[in-house]
């Protein structure tokens, strides 16, 4: 009796954890659901509008930034690159410029920057909704409009794979 107890116990431990074994990696694959972005309509520093939710249908990233930002001035060079290399492949970048005060000073700063892309005076109400919280800050947006990932800091590497995935994605 005793082994046929033992045999039984070792049957079950071995259908439970192959049980297991199938069930949990189906409970890790589980993705976390995108967002849709909050919508915002702004004025660019030339006094153009851009209304987030009629770019739907291209990635865009929103770069989070201000002019005494380190970090920020040394990931410029880099967006405009990426900007320049994939805006035809449906890529739209805007500046969210963070600064408070002189609005001359950021005009000037994106001029000597050679910046191609718009750039926006962001009001904190607006920085909120995105959950920012340390510059620089990018957020990708799909081309169905929802947020897919927010990158604090900057890294090259890492940018430009978020571009290279996104817009080469099929509606």
Request: aromatic letters at 8%; charged letters at 25%; a positive charge.
């Amino acid at each position: 009796m005793e082994i046929l107890s033992k045999r039984f116990l070792l049957r079950g431990s071995i259908v439970l954890c192959l049980g297991l074994i199938f069930l949990l990696p189906h409970c890790a694959k589980k993705e976390k659901e995108s967002v849709s972005a909050p919508d915002f309509t702004l004025k660019t520093l030339d006094g153009q509008e851009i209304t987030l939710s009629k770019l739907k249908g291209k990635v865009i990233l929103l770069d989070f930034w201000a002019t005494w930002c380190g970090p920020c001035r040394e990931s410029i060079p880099h967006l405009v690159h990426l900007y320049k290399t994939y805006q035809k492949n449906g890529l739209e970048v805007i500046g969210m410029n963070l600064d408070r005060g002189d609005i001359e000073t950021v005009r000037r700063f994106a001029k000597s920057m050679n910046i191609p892309y718009p750039i926006v005076s962001t009001p904190e109400e607006v920085s909120r909704n995105f959950g920012i919280t340390g510059l620089p800050t990018a957020v990708f947006i799909d081309k169905e409009g929802k947020v897919r990932e927010k990158i604090v800091g900057f890294n090259s590497v890492v940018l430009t794979a978020k571009v290279v995935d996104l817009t080469s994605e099929k509606p």
